[in-house]
Every structure is written in C-alpha cells, then in structure tokens.
C-alpha cells in the first residue's frame, strides 16, 4: 500500500455545516465532496482543472476565500477550511440568485453540467467587478468550459446579472449571508 | 396563454440546473452500491493469448470480475451491423476494447482489480492508414468495408469552362460532453435489470443489453439518468452493458463512471476522412458537374459508419443544383477509433469540401461568393443527384438573402487572436471574410423508420407529458412542455423522465426530436383536448365542434365558457399517440427518397488572423438559417451559438490526435475545446417557411448550424490570408507556414451534357442493406 493510500481525518465546513472526513491523502477536493460527503452540487468533468465542472469557492485556511477547481486541491490541505458549494448561492429565503436568475432568463443553461461552475465563478466577478466588460467577463470565465451554449447567453446572463444589480441600487444580499459575510469591503460594496 | 408555442420559455429543469441540485448520471447512487470500472486494451491490434482473473478476484472488497466468457446472451452488440463483442473476444482491435469489468466495494478497490487482471497479448500489426484497410486483408470476419456506395446522375463528364478540383482532409473530432458516461444498474426482483443512464436513445440500449444478457426486453428496465451533453457521443454504447452484467452476476446495484480519459477512448468521434471534389462551371458560375470521391476512416468497429458515408456522398452536392455528377464513397474498418454520430452526421465534412470548392469557382471566375451561390441555389422542384425531388420549401435563396441583409460589425477589434493560447507578441493582423451556405437532412433516412410515441393526460389543468425521448439538454422538455400549454390551456405541465416503459422515441440526434417526439405530443394533447370538450359539450348540452380551447379557457362558439382547469374537475383524460415520418428509402432505390426533409443555413464569419503566429480569432459569425417556425426564440439561439461554436472548434482547434493506432490527446489539456474567449458574436436570423406536415411548420435546427461553421470559418481565414487552407482543423502551421496544395483549376472546353444520359439516377453497385437496430426498428431496407 502506497503512501497515496493512507488515510487521514481532518474536519472541513461545507456550505456552512462543520463535518468530519477521513479519506485517502490522494484524494481531491471533489472527490471527498462528492462521494464521501454526498454533496454533489460541484461536478466532475476532467478531474484535470481543465473544466471549472468542479468550482467551490474555499477558504483553505488563508481566510482569502477563493473560487478554485477542487479537482485540483488535495482535500487534506482544505483541512480546517470551509468550503461554499453552489448550494451556498441563493437569494434570500431560497429564492435564487440574481445570477442563477439571470442565467434561467437568457438561456444560459442547456444540459446545465457546466452551470454550477459558472453561476459560481460568475457570483464571484460580479462581488469584485460589479461592471464587467465583456472582455472581463472572459477573462472571469474562460476556466469554464461549457459545450452546449457556445458562451453567448452565458455572456449575456453575466451582463444581464450586472444590470439587474445595478439597476436595484440597493445592498441586498445576493448570496447567502455567509457568503456576503465573507467579502472583503471595496468602495461598492460600501456604497 | 402565456408558456405556449413561439414564446421563450424557461426550461423547466432549469432552476434545478441553476442551484446545482439536478440529478445527472453521474450524481446516482443506491444503497449497497458497488463501483464498476474497465479494463481496456492498450494495442490498436493484438491477439488476446490468456486472461487470467485470479489475482483480480481474490482481491477483498472485489465481488465480480467478468471478461468474454461470462458474457450469457450475445456477445456482440452494435447500432447497424453487430460487428463489435461486449468484452474483447479473443483480438482486440482498438486502443481502449474493453477486455474485462469488475465490481468492487469503491473505486480504488475497482482500479486496483483491473490492475490486477493479467492479460497475455500478441500484438498485431495496426492498420490505421484507410486506403490501405479498404484493400487490404480483413481485420474482421466481417471485412474492412463498412459500405461503399456509388451512383451517378445525368452526364457525369459534361464540363463548363472551368474545372477546378481539390483535396480535402477533415480530422477526427470528440463530441467531448461535458459529463462523462455514467450510469447505475440494479438487479429487479423478476431476475431481469434496471438501468438509469445517460443516453440518447434508450430503447437501443434496452435491446443491446438484452442481447448481451439474453434476458426479454420486458425484463430490461432503461431510465433517462440526467444527461449532461451528447451531440451523437451517447448514440452507441458504451457502459450500458458492462454495467448490467455487473449488476446481474453480483446481485447488487453497480455504478460506472468514465474518467474524461475513458470517454475519449470509448465513445465514438466524427469520422475523419479524405474528400476528393472536381467541379465544373460555365462562364456565369453555373455548376455543369460535380464528381467527388470519399473515403471515412470509421475505426474498429461498425457503429454507424454504414449510414455516416451516405450522407457525406450524397451532399456533396451542397444546396445547389447539380443535374451531372458521379459520387462514391467507403467508410471502412481501420485499428483506430471507432467513429460514429455526431452532431452533422457526415455533413459537415462534405459542406467544408463543397463550400471549398464553391469559393475556388467564384475565384476563378471573379464572382463574389455570395454571388455564384445564388446562381445554383437549388429550390422547390429541383431534383437532388440521387434523384429525390426536393418537394418542400427548400429556402436557399432566402437564407442567402437574410444573410446579406445582416450588418457587418464596426469598430476596432476587441481583442488579439490567439485568445489563451496567445504566448508570443504578433505579427500582422488580417481580417477576412468568407460566407458558406450548406444543406443538412434531417431525421432518420434510408429507410431507418423514424418514429415516436408520446403519453399525455390532463386533470384540473394540470398535464403530464410522457415520451422515451432523451433530453440531453437541447430543450425538448421545453417544447413538449410548450405544446401542452398551448394545445391543451393547461396550466402546469410536467414531463416525466423518459423510460423503456413507453414504445421507443428514436434517438435524440439528427435534428428530429422535436419532429418526431414533438409532433407524437402534439398529436397526443390534440386527442385529449377532444376528450375534455366532448366532455364539456355533454354536460353544457352543446356540440363539441362548437368548443375551442384557448389561453387555458374552454370557449362556446368564440365566448367564454368555463376554464381548463374547471371544466371537469377531479376526471383525468388520457391519450397515447404515434407518429411516424413517411417512409424513406436506400439510395438507389426506385422511389427515390432517401431524407424525411432539410434544413438549409447560410453564414458569414469575420476573423482577425495573425499571420506570422498563425493565430486566428473569430470576430463574428452572422447566421441566417431555415427553420420552419420558432418554437422557442431563446432555445432555438442556443442551438446556433452552441452549433457554431462546436463547428468553430472543428474548423481551428479540435482534433483528437491518433498516432499508430493510440489517442495521445485524450484529455482537455491537449485536445482544446473552444473557450469563451474563442466564442464570436454570434448574430441569428431566421427564415420560417412552414415545413408541410408538421405542426406548427416546425423543423429541426440542431445539426445545421454546425455544418455551416466549419466551412464559414475556414474561408474567413482563407480570405484572410489567401492561403488554400485544404484542411481542418486549420493549425497555425498551417498558417505560419503555408501548409495545404491550393486547388487546380483548369480552362476547359465545354462539352454540353449528353441528353442521353441525361437526369437518371444510376447506381454502380447494389446498396448494402444498413442492417441491425436501426432498421429493426422496423425498416425493411429496399431490395433490388
Ligand atoms: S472537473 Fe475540475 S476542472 Fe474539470
Ligand atoms: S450547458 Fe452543457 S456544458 Fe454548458
């Protein structure tokens, strides 16, 4: 038995609940989400950070929380962290997002095994930038692959998400209150 | 009423989608589940010379471990010609042939067992040239060549004053969806199977697993699993049966799941293949004859490479009217992946060659390109080179003129080419233009019956839709979802997850759900919305012909009676309905029908190309495209953009890269997909000219757009860099350095068709009869 299959235990938060884990050192982030804690919102496809399928936003102990490919982190350095699935994002009581709002309107999503990685790395642009350019917008995405769409609603749900918000001026949470918590305060925000 | 046809709907499996809580394939689990995983060959070609499991099965946590021989029912399984074995019998003929499964506690047990299994092989040598598979000895007992088909129309030798002809290679391009093959199997208690998957056609699979594991197809149980992507890819199978197997010899629920790795070697690519085209003009640009040679490199197993080289041959002759021309084709067995469906289905290699060629004309004769295809743009009436009168709104001259109606965009470029792959400063940026206009048929053809059944009920105004046809994400949940508001005024509808419990949909591929699986709903809501008003009309007293449904309100004679959702509360009105396309036929056949029907698409792409790098970004890609009428505006752009982009990703980046038989690029490292940095603008108009016999005039739009892009594409960068670019995907060597032979053209003396050969269909050699599930599904291919 190699090394990779030893087994560590380490505690880790995802999407706000404290839990307890204990797999092989080898494995990633993702896996350890998805079959060993059941949570199957971030999905899987390359396993080879190539895709943005499996984008969390983790806080892996830094407290910089980032929106990263967890096929590509070892779960055993998320330990002690937390972790925001797309199961964090969500307007106020259980609505959706502006962002996933968005998404539904302009016809972003087809199979939709791209959507959770989108709507994730998009939340995050739109808490930084609030007005992207298209370009910016690309820069934001262009770890997400999505085969279906061709990227123009997807393009066009990010710009629709950004005017929604600007239009409602007003300082609404727009992830859950965990999420929102954990921003760092820029001039908009404080708007 | 608000929801119905011609209104941009939400999908209604969207705000599960949004907030990640769909369940896909890959998302199921069961209790007591155990993990499949494959053991595949890593020769092209190979004598299998022992198999020995023990080690595998003495493993703790290992619980089956199965190869040829366990296999109960028949070995072999396949979409047209059952050429290929469940688990490799003896040869293996392919890089990745399953040789054995097994079931194990997890995964890394699974992997590990594989590992464990010791398999002796004498490696053969690898055929993966084509032309010298099709002449040479047999790889198979069913021999090299899937089919050939030649045929020829009017005077094949007529010439205008000017020949040009050319060379064109397509390369081999993965549907790449974005979700891996999974799916989960569970024994049932009546000793048969059950099977959540992602497919594309469930009733295929039911009947493939039913010959591996000769149970009755009553006793196979196939459920749509959340399908994250297919584009032809889940056409054939691939885990389905393994699975099963494992299920049934363990007794207990077996999940599989492919890594991106093992999808790249399972499921089957767009044919790569070699297209010879000599077209000759006269002095207006009017095609006087179109020959074309075609050779489909279909890999080690037959899948449908039998129907893919039909398909290519006969378009060759793109929307254009051609009365003499000689076409022929193979698509044949090499040691390289077995190719199959997707997305275009042979079209587009034919419409890159084509439009190629029709762009090398207009040069020669300094017509612009819009220009000669207007010129020879075929219409209602004519008659296509296999001898199929096009007796429907055939629009070529429209979408050409919506094309050219669309603006081209201003303003300085946004970014350089290159996009993330841009590492180097540039060097001159050129921009080019280039137009293509393609034909792409639609539905099942050559006698590949092409049906539907769809179940639908009604009760307080709430309808439930259901059918077998696969959702993959292109929307058809949307558009049943869409007839049943509109048809029935109900006011909320759901669609149940397809199943084998309802007669088969077909598969979801060549364009044709919404015409099959749509029109089989329509038919259905139609029906129950009779039996609702007949029951209304009883009780009220009136005559049924008197009673119309509209916006959810049942209406006397134009006045407001009752609504839908009270008009008979708590009674529930069921129908099931069938629908069928008239029947088609193999080419050659005397009743000269091959295609339920086409779409037609005209595009123009503008590109920026840097020409010392090589590196090309797509500006803008203008569509105009014949779509019958617009079900839903939102999900018929998706499709476009989608579409485009996936034929951009033909035309400059996609290739899986097959050297001596073995895939070196099987991950989404070095095989690229386009980004969003690569997709253009897209612009999309449309021409909607009813299709007859359809509801609504609907016509399939999915494949159509893709078609068009490979070949847009490739003339924006010809126009670009006045290179002849004869290959795609088009590489920045290519560019950099001026790879590819330029087409020749030669001034020829006219020789005006021999009347006496003239408009007749005449075909070389007996078409082989496409055989296995497609025409079991009840074709009786034409004899001769
Ligand atoms: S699954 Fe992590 S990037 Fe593709
Ligand atoms: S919607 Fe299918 S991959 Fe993006």
Redo the contacts between chains.
């Keep these: 038995m190699s090394d990779q ?1 030893e087994f560590v235990t380490f505690s880790l938060t995802v999407d706000g609940t404290p839990r307890e884990v204990t797999a ?1 050192w080898s494995e990633s982030l993702l896996t350890v989400l ?2 060993r804690l ?1 949570v ?9 950070g ?2 943005g ?1 499996c984008a969390v936003r983790a806080d892996l102990g830094d407290g910089d929380p980032h929106v990263l490919c967890s096929c590509l982190v070892p779960a055993a350095t998320a330990a002690g962290g937390s972790v925001q ?3 964090s ?2 307007g106020p009581d259980g609505e ?1 997002s502006d962002v ?1 709002e968005a ?5 972003a ?8 990685g989108f ?1 994730t790395a998009a939340t995050e642009l739109l808490e930084t930038n609030p007005e992207p350019t ?2 910016e ?3 934001a ?2 770890g ?12 066009a749900a990010v710009e629709t998400a950004a005017r929604t918000r600007r239009e409602q001026k007003s300082p609404v949470p727009l992830t859950t209150r965990e999420l929102a918590a954990s921003l760092r305060t820029g001039p908009e925000e404080a708007r | 009423m608000s929801g119905g046809v011609g209104e941009s709907v939400r999908r209604p499996d969207g705000p599960a989608k949004v907030r990640g809580e769909f369940c896909y394939a890959g998302d199921l689990t069961a209790e007591g589940m155990l993990i499949g995983a494959t053991l595949r060959s890593p020769h092209p070609h190979a004598r299998i010379t022992r198999i020995d499991t023990r080690a595998a099965r003495a493993l703790p946590g290992v619980l089956a471990v199965l190869t040829a021989d366990d296999v109960p029912g028949d070995l072999h399984f396949g979409l047209t010609l059952r050429d290929e074995p469940v688990l490799a019998d003896g040869v293996v003929r392919y890089a990745g042939e399953p040789v054995a499964v097994v079931a194990a506690v997890d995964a890394a047990t699974a992997r590990r067992a594989t590992q464990a299994i010791e398999v002796g092989y004498e490696p053969l040598p690898a055929v993966t040239d084509p032309e010298l598979a099709r002449d040479g000895t047999p790889l198979h007992p069913d021999g090299n060549v899937y089919r050939h088909v030649s045929y020829g129309c009017g005077d094949p030798d007529a010439r205008g004053v000017v020949t040009v002809e050319n060379t064109y290679r397509i390369g081999m391009q993965d549907p790449a969806f974005l979700a891996p093959e999974a799916g989960l199997a569970q024994p049932t208690a009546d000793g048969g199977v059950q099977l959540e998957v992602a497919t594309q056609w469930l009733h295929s699979d039911q009947k493939q697993i039913g010959w591996a594991t000769g149970l009755p197809p009553e006793k196979v149980h196939v459920q749509l699993g959340g399908v994250g992507g297919a584009f032809g890819g889940r056409e054939d199978v691939t885990l389905q049966v393994h699975a099963c197997l494992l299920a049934l010899a363990t007794g207990r629920p077996v999940k599989m799941e492919y890594t991106r790795e093992e999808s790249f070697l399972a499921h089957r690519q767009r044919h790569p293949g070699t297209i010879w085209l000599r077209h000759s003009a006269d002095a207006d640009g009017k095609l006087i004859s179109v020959e074309g040679r075609v050779l489909l490199d279909g890999g080690a197993y037959a899948s449908t490479s039998p129907v893919v080289i039909t398909n290519t041959v006969t378009l060759l002759q793109g929307p254009y009217r051609v009365d003499n021309g000689r076409f022929e084709g193979w698509s044949v067995r090499t040691n390289n992946p077995s190719c199959g469906a997707m997305r275009g289905f042979g079209v587009p290699q034919a419409a890159f060659a084509h439009e190629a060629q029709l762009d090398a004309l207009a040069a020669a004769l300094g017509l612009e390109p819009l220009e000669i295809r207007l010129r020879n743009a075929l219409q209602r009436g004519d008659v296509a080179t296999y001898g199929q009168r096009f007796d429907a709104p055939t629009p070529v001259r429209e979408v050409i003129e919506g094309l050219q109606a669309i603006p081209l965009p201003e303003g300085i470029p946004r970014k350089a080419p290159g996009g993330v792959g841009r590492s180097a400063e540039g060097g001159e940026i050129r921009r080019g233009i280039g137009y293509a206009v393609t034909i792409k048929n639609l539905a099942f053809s050559e006698g590949h019956v092409d049906e539907s059944t769809a179940e639908v009920s009604l009760c307080d105004g709430h309808a439930t839709v259901h059918t077998a046809c696969a959702e993959v994400g292109q929307g058809f949940v949307t558009v049943a979802e869409q007839v049943a508001r509109t048809v029935l005024g109900a006011s909320t509808v759901e669609v149940t997850q397809p199943d084998t419990l309802i007669a088969s949909a077909g598969s979801t591929s060549a364009s044709r759900q919404t015409m099959a699986s749509g029109t089989a709903v329509h038919r259905a809501c139609l029906a129950v919305r009779d039996r609702l008003l007949d029951r209304v009309a009883r009780a009220h007293g009136l005559d049924a012909a008197e009673l119309t449904v509209a916006d959810g309100v049942v209406c006397a004679a134009g006045k407001p009676l009752t609504t839908v959702a009270e008009a008979a509360p708590g009674q529930i009105f069921r129908a099931t309905e069938h629908f069928q396309h008239p029947d088609t036929y193999a080419l050659g056949s005397p009743e000269a029908r091959m295609y339920v029907g086409y779409g037609f698409s005209a595009q123009r792409a503008v590109v920026d190309v840097d020409v010392e790098l090589g590196l090309v970004s797509v500006v803008q890609v203008a569509s105009c495209q014949d779509v019958g009428a617009v079900i839903n505006p939102t999900q018929l752009l998706g499709q476009i953009e989608g579409g485009i982009v996936q034929g951009m990703g033909l035309a400059l980046m996609e290739a899986v890269v097959v050297r001596d038989g073995l895939i070196t690029n099987p991950d989404f490292q070095d095989y690229l997909i386009p980004t969003i940095v690569d997709a253009p603008e897209v612009v999309s108009t449309y021409v909607t000219d009813p299709q007859p016999g359809m509801p609504h005039g609907w016509k399939g739009v999915g494949e159509p757009p893709l078609c068009t892009a490979v070949p847009v594409v490739a003339a924006a960068v010809r126009a670009a860099t006045g290179l002849p670019l004869p290959s795609v995907p088009i590489k920045p060597e290519h560019i950099a350095l001026g790879l590819g032979t330029a087409p020749t053209v030669s001034w020829t003396t006219p020789r005006p068709a021999d009347p006496a050969r003239a408009a007749q269909v005449v075909v070389d050699e007996e078409p082989r009869d496409a055989l296995g599930t497609m025409a079991e599904e009840g074709a009786a291919p034409a004899r001769h």
Aim: net charge positive; charged share 25%; hydrophobic share 30%.
């Design positions: 299959d092989r998805r079959d059941g199957r919102g971030p999905k899987t496809g390359c396993a080879h190539r895709c399928a699935t797309i199961a994002i969500g959706l996933q998404f539904l309107a302009e016809g999503v087809q199979c939709g095994i791209c959507t959770a709507v298209r370009t917008i690309e820069e995405l262009y997400n692959l999505c085969r279906c769409t061709g990227y123009g609603r997807i393009v």
